[in-house]
């Protein structure tokens, strides 16, 4: 595949046959969700401190001296101030400052996943992806704007690591989060040891179902990175890496997942670095989007150029068949 950064990139035949295969299964990350109006990591973090500013429970001095720490140190300071003084923090304020769907640019994203495919895994915790937007009627005029009093139907929502198995990856109009939902905040993987804990490898005791799920994702589908920057990538790694002690590792040419990811013209010396590395390393290809005109904001064209050049299919009865017959395999009971 060519170094070349376009607006909108040529589509890889291995994303196309999966798309045409109904294996396609999109990854989405923080960089789609910000698109929609959801804070960045760093704002979410002070979001979740300045509720205990205004409670009076951390002075302007003490915030103002924590400032510069990273998010995720951020977040556990806030996770030790809600347990401390029995304060809930209200995530949903902070990820959905507007109450619902109503964020045009947000809409026209997620209704693009939409066509995209029917089943989803994310690293967010917001409400996007729960919902299959609907596409608002004409209007009369330019200043109306669909909002989130459109019926939207509910997707399959999973949250919870018990509810995590292989099968629910084959299911149509579900999506996983990964890290956790606003259905139950106490249960979102925001901290280190929350990390730690959520992707532990140690079978010894009992079976770790984010890691299994993980494991017959990247070994039995194709997965597409969306809403990863530069700065995300430490996250990606992270999962990608821990997962897969299981797979099966094929020749380092040998591509089977997709990261679509923004990079302005002058930096095609790192395109090729980081192609040269998630190719060996983790078996992707990096597929690049130009941000010189529209910054993040490409990646909505991007991505309905992708749900019109490849929209989903749904997997044919070949494909479910070795699907049942991989998961058998896998079953413990029946070895």
Known sequence: MSDA??????????????????????????????????????????????????QKKLSYSELAQINQLSPRIKLSLARALEEEHNIPINFQEILHPTGGHDHRQGRRLYQALSKLATTFITTNYDRWLDNELQQPGLSVTEEEQPTGTIEDSSRRILYRPQEFTPAELSRANTVIHLHGSLREPRGMILTTSDYLKHYSNDRSQNENRVLTLLEHLFE?????????????LEILEYVILKAGRGVSRPRPQEVRHYLLQGFFLHQEPLLRSLKKYYRRECQIEVVPFQRDQNDWGQLIDVVEHLALSIPSSAPGVLQKAQEMEDLLKEDPLNG
């Open 5 to 54: 950064i376009l607006q909108l990139p040529s589509v890889p035949e291995g994303l196309r046959e999966a798309a045409q295969r109904g294996i396609l299964i999109p990854f989405i990350g923080a960089g789609v969700s910000r698109l929609a109006g959801c804070p960045d990591w760093n704002t979410f973090a002070d979001g979740a401190l300045r509720i205990f500013v205004d």
């Open 220 to 232: 039995h589908k194709c997965v597409l990175f969306i809403g990863y920057g530069l700065e995300e």
